[in-house]
């Protein structure tokens, strides 16, 4: 028997380390390897370091020693226009609040990624009707973003962080602000882009939401990683690609992530472990 085909890492963080003038340092000695195809979940605290290590991968900040690789690129190298150009072609960002511009149409937020990118004008807009279409939101292209649920807004979140095809998709708390239909409805979401190959890291105090939409979960305690569990019953996809966003909500169960409750911790020397939605709540 054969073992499966490994995918090269998507993320790779060698002792990443960042200090602030005073203090202990919000990250410390980091070193993380996230697979193509992989959804990896971050939990901690509060000022653990979660948006600091989403910052060092989206090239937003730099390390103060220790190294950042992306999709084979040293994102810790980048000058400031290739660290936008790097983050404008590998990178989609979402986050608690959405952060769509209120004063422009679903459409036009969606467009803004390829229009900084140079993308001609018929190709973003065949583009956005297809990414509007498969999140089910084609039909609200002409409206301005407050006039939307929380959730459709999300929705044009991740269409404007897809438009690109970015190899990795970064979520700062994506369901936070979410009633619990909607957050739901955004866990199937980045559930159905992983399974079409999108690789995810996703940052969330939500338990539940990790153990049933990541393949694994993180934890981080003052700047380290303290534990690293593979989460039950997940399974990845080895034929990555960046070309999602044209299958999205093709029929998926989610049978094959509900094993909340994790297995295996494979580092760290855990003092509890994860339990799932009845147990710890970070
Ligand atoms: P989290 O996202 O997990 O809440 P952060 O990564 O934002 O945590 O912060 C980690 C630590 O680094 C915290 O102690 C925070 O106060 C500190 N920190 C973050 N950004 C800065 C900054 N720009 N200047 C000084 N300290 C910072
Ligand atoms: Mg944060």
Redesign the pocket.
Known sequence: MTNPPTNPPMIDLREATKK?DD?PP?LAGVTLSVAAGECLAVL?H???????LLNLIAGLDRPTSGSVTVDGTRVDQLGEAGSAKYRRGSIGMIFQFFNLLDDLTVLDNVLIPAQLAGMGKGEARRRAAELLGSLDIDRHAKAYPQRLSGGQRQRVAVARALMNRPALLLADEPTGALDSHSAADVRRLLLDLNGEGQTILLVTHDVELAATTAHRTIE?VD?AVARDVVNAGTTMNTNTNTNTGTAIGAARGDASRAGYGNAATTTGSATTTFTGPSGAVL
């Open positions: 602030y203090g919000a901690g509060s000022g653990s370091g979660k948006s600091t981080l700047g």
